[in-house]
């Protein structure tokens, strides 16, 4: 059995979304790798190393501050 990287979500054995690795036979998957949706891995075993990403900063992100403009004054109507 090979690995394989997953490139996009399909279904198999199990829902497989993309950066899961896949365990299977070459004959089993093979039109998924013609299709784009697998990759090989390589020989290491490991996920490769995401380029695409943004660095992080290390700061959480920022909160909303205050209620939104549509929020109601009061709880109830004057009437109940």
């Not at 979500?9 to 198999?12: F, M, T, Y």
């Not at 013609?34 to 090989?40: E, H, M, Q, S």
């Given at each position: 059995m090979a690995v394989y990287l997953v490139k996009r979500?399909?279904?198999?054995d199990r829902m497989y979304l993309p950066g899961d690795t896949r365990q299977a036979g070459e004959s089993e998957v093979a039109h998924l790798v013609?299709?784009?949706?697998?990759?090989?891995a390589p020989a290491g075993g490991?996920?490769?190393?995401?380029?695409?990403?943004?660095?992080e900063t290390g700061k959480p992100p920022k909160a909303e501050s205050g209620a939104p403009s549509n929020k109601a004054e009061t709880g109830a109507p004057k009437n109940k």
């Open positions: 979500q399909h279904l198999g013609k299709a784009g949706v697998l990759r090989k490991g996920k490769p190393a995401e380029t695409g990403k943004p660095a």
